[in-house]
C-alpha cells in the first residue's frame, strides 16, 4: 500500500513534445510507496530557472498553442509561478491537469498541499 502525502513538493522533468499527464509525472518523481492526492487544496507550477522553453498546462490537449503558458525562468531565476486553488466544496483536480513542453528536458517545479 503506497503512503499517501498530504503535502508534496517535487521537480518533474518533462520529455520533449509529449503531453504528460501531471499527476503520473508526480508519482514517478515521487518513487515507489509514495504517491500525491488526486485532489488538492493548492497546487503551484514553475518553470525553473535555466529552461530554454516554456512550459503549458491544460487538459489532455495541452500544446504550443493551447493551454496556460508558464514562461522560461532567467537564467538564475524560476519563472512566475501559475497556483490553482480549490474552493471550499471542490478540490484542484491534480489527475485532470497535463503539461507540454517543446523544449528539451525542461523542469517544472511542483508543489502540492492536499485537502
Known amino acids: 500500500m503506497n503512503a499517501r502525502r498530504s503535502y508534496?513538493?517535487?521537480?518533474?522533468t518533462l520529455t520533449q513534445n509529449t503531453i504528460t499527464r501531471l499527476?503520473?509525472?508526480?508519482?514517478?518523481?515521487l518513487g515507489a510507496g509514495v504517491e500525491c492526492p488526486g485532489a488538492a487544496r493548492e497546487v503551484l507550477l514553475?518553470?525553473?530557472?535555466?529552461?530554454?522553453?516554456s512550459v503549458f498546462v491544460g487538459d489532455s490537449n495541452v500544446s504550443a498553442t493551447n493551454g496556460y503558458e508558464l514562461p522560461a525562468g532567467a537564467s538564475s531565476a524560476?519563472?512566475?509561478p501559475r497556483i490553482y486553488r480549490?474552493?471550499?466544496s471542490n478540490g484542484v483536480p491534480v489527475?485532470?491537469?497535463?503539461?507540454?513542453?517543446?523544449?528539451?528536458?525542461?523542469?517544472?517545479n511542483v508543489e502540492v498541499i492536499q485537502m
Open 86 to 88: 480549490s474552493s471550499e
Open 95 to 108: 489527475g485532470n491537469l497535463y503539461v507540454f513542453s517543446a523544449g528539451v528536458s525542461q523542469k517544472l
Open 23 to 29: 499527476l503520473d509525472a508526480i508519482n514517478a518523481a
Open 46 to 53: 514553475q518553470s525553473t530557472g535555466g529552461n530554454t522553453s
Open 78 to 80: 524560476p519563472g512566475v
Open 8 to 12: 508534496v513538493c517535487v521537480t518533474i
